[in-house]
T-cell receptor, first 114, second 111 residues
């Protein structure tokens, strides 16, 4: 049981490049989310999904797209990378029973935009 | 006012000390509360949920005060391995609202 798996673990991009951060979970969780974490800013929610085919914006969605075609996968796409998107990105999942289930996090993707 | 506020610290305490963190939340409709632990350059991990009546897990005790809208985490007999950042997390139970994370309180336990 792998839990939440993120790939890649590290990535360096040039400004203007696009890329997709992958996130997969094998716990059959309905709820998945993407956060970015910057020094002094804490975890900020980018996008989240409450089930296959349903996504919604979080606190800082600009510059990112998501889709949820399956329960297991929730990729995050950077459309045109900017230095301001240099950050550590965490994917998380949880059961979604409306009771406030805790989230399980992947071990992060460290992204640098030059 | 921010939704979830924590003192960023750092709290520097000697081994064996007792240390307590508070966290305040702004939305009185918040229903679920958690403490997460995050080690340097690692992902956050659930430490414990916080129940209305308070709850204990070994050396860790969590309390909820709904009237004053804060939760607390008490760590007794601190160990070097307790050094980490502790994140306060709050959720409204109304539908599919996401968790709201505090920025964390950094704890350093010193030998």
């Amino acid at each position: 049981n792998a839990g939440v798996t993120q790939t890649p673990k590290f990535q360096v991009l040039k400004t203007g490049q696009s890329m997709t951060l992958q996130c997969a979970q094998d716990m059959n969780h309905e709820y998945m989310s993407w956060y970015r974490q910057d020094p002094g800013m804490g975890l900020r929610l980018i996008h989240y999904s409450v089930g296959a085919g349903i996504t919604d914006q979080g606190e800082v969605p600009n510059g990112y797209n998501v889709s949820r075609s399956t329960t297991e996968d929730f990729p995050l796409r950077l459309l045109s990378a900017a230095p301001s998107q240099t950050s550590v990105y965490f994917c998380a999942s949880s059961e979604n029973r409306g009771q406030g289930q805790p989230q399980h996090f992947g071990d992060g993707t460290r992204l640098s935009i030059l | 006012r921010k939704e979830v506020e924590q003192d960023p610290g750092p709290f520097n305490v000697p081994e064996g000390a007792t240390v307590a963190f508070n966290c305040t939340y702004s939305n009185s409709a918040s229903q679920s509360f958690f403490w997460y632990r995050q080690d340097c350059r690692k992902e956050p991990k659930l430490l414990m949920s916080v129940y209305s009546s308070g709850n204990e897990d070994g050396r860790f005790t969590a309390q909820l005060n709904r009237a004053s809208q804060y939760i607390s985490l008490l760590i007794r007999d601190s160990k070097l391995s307790d050094s980490a950042t502790y994140l306060c997390v709050v959720k409204l139970n109304s539908g599919n609202t996401p968790l709201v994370f505090g920025k964390g309180t950094r704890l350093s336990v010193i030998a």
